[in-house]
């Protein structure tokens, strides 16, 4: 479905297609030769007797049990509109198969490589920052925003009133809010709260070191948000201040410059635990109201939450690049491995450390009344300089599901290519990308 007065580039366009056996080979107008294999394509139809397209699923007359396994076709034509007709030789029913020219050509079986590399950034990253009022109203800056937070992994949002409404609003833009053990899924971080100083770790004043949240959690690969609502600093050093690490960066440069390290940290686990079980106990010692119990001889917090996973700080994906990274040296567990191993693992660790100690690779900021930094957890380190004792700072935050906001920037990129839903079904990030940039 071109739209009017869009053309679409050469490289989405079929020149020529001819039978060969068991492939169909497909010329393009840029001059690429695409070649696809039949059962594939035949496996991949979305004629009404193989796809749904009103629930855009796969229908019973696609059956793994009847399906030819080499496929042959009667006619190959490109089509008026541009797209690929086959008429199969099909001993079941008569069967044509019409394929849109740009989707195939984003499913070259002949081409490689299937992730998009970001690109890393160190010390010299300028912050993408974006404004509240855009972003919250206008759905074109919201995909710009979700963009550069998959590039980058990293921006802030300027102008939030300095509210937890607000907050909220912001956050449902990105996605639906992932719920831990409780049930309030914004929480306060607040330099005067003494009772939340003995519960957390992150809570205490000293210098909060680079780390990933939610490590000893299945699901890490959460989109973070944090609003300063209240920055009050006296003595004009640079405390509580933001620093973050691009977790990319380092494995990029672990991978060229210490492969050891860096077969390390891919190969071996760093476990990570969390167990919580005197919040109630402590807000009571406190003078506060205990929330009730769970368990029935009230011996468990409704709170409690007791936790253990093991972590690669490097998680590499199906391709062998990295995917994401979990680190966190205040929630890690003592290391489970064999005795001859410990010393290299930790030689790894260390030198990871190292990295972001070097401040070629971090950067170090003032959050600003009414800003809002956002940090795809699942790649960027983050953490922040020692709180004083005069300094009085409040920040919200909260986490939207990675997978809830993979889903919106999808559905807003898929909307740039401008194609049926049943085209847009079932497609890499990789491809979406390339379809949404199929304009000339
Ligand atoms: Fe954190
Ligand atoms: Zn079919």
């Known amino acids: 479905m071109t739209a009017q007065n869009q053309q679409v580039k050469s490289s989405f366009q079929i020149d020529s297609a001819t039978q060969n056996g068991e492939t169909i080979d497909v010329l393009w107008k840029d001059g690429h030769k695409s070649v696809y294999n039949n059962l594939w394509l035949m496996d991949a139809c979305r004629c009404k007797q193989c796809f749904q397209d009103d629930t855009l699923s796969v229908n019973p007359g696609n059956d793994p049990l009847t399906m030819p396994l080499s496929p042959s076709s009667n006619s190959v034509d490109v089509e ?112 005067t709260d003494k009772i939340a100083q003995k519960i957390q770790h992150a809570y205490k004043l000293d210098r909060l070191f680079y780390h990933s949240d939610l490590t000893a959690y299945t699901d890490s690969g959460v989109i973070q948000l944090l609003h300063c609502l209240e920055y009050n600093n006296s003595n004009q050093e640079a405390e509580g201040y933001s620093i973050i690490a691009d977790g990319f960066k380092l494995a990029e440069v672990l991978r060229k410059e210490y492969p050891e390290h860096y077969k390390q940290l891919t190969e071996e686990y760093a476990p990570a635990c969390r167990r919580r079980m005197v919040a109630e106990e402590k807000v009571l010692q406190e003078g506060g109201e205990a929330p009730g119990n769970v368990s029935q001889n009230n011996t468990i917090g409704k709170y409690a939450w007791e936790s253990y996973r093991l972590n690669h700080v490097i998680k590499l994906d199906e391709w062998g690049n990295p ?103 079932g497609l890499s990030d990789k491809a979406l990308e390339t379809l949404a940039n199929r304009f000339v």
């Open 80 to 191: 008026q509109d541009g797209s690929l007709k086959i008429v199969w030789d099909d001993p079941r029913s008569d069967h044509e198969s019409i394929f849109d020219s740009a989707w195939l050509r984003v499913h070259c079986q002949s081409e490689t490589g299937r992730s998009l590399a970001r690109k890393t950034w160190d010390k010299t990253l300028d912050m993408p920052t974006f404004d509240f009022n855009d972003v919250v109203s206008n759905d074109d800056a919201l995909f710009v925003w979700l963009d550069s937070i998959i590039e980058t992994g990293v921006s802030i949002i300027e102008n939030a009133p300095r509210n937890e409404e607000a907050f909220r609003e912001l956050a449902a833009r990105v996605g639906f809010l992932h719920t831990r053990y409780h049930p309030s899924n914004v929480f306060t971080l607040d330099t």
């Open 323 to 425: 995917a994401e990274v979990r680190f966190n040296h205040n929630t890690r567990a003592p290391l489970s491995m064999p005795h001859d191993k410990v010393k290299s693992f930790y030689q790894a660790y260390r030198k990871f450390v190292e990295l972001l100690e070097d401040q070629q690779y971090t950067k170090e900021f003032l959050l600003k009344l009414g800003q809002v930094l956002i940090c795809d957890n699942g790649r960027i380190l983050h953490g922040r300089t020692e709180v004083g004792s005069t300094l009085k700072r409040k920040v919200l935050g909260t986490y939207v599901k990675g997978e809830s906001f993979k889903s919106r920037w999808r559905l807003l990129l898929g909307q740039k290519a401008q194609m049926n839903d049943f085209w847009l079904t």
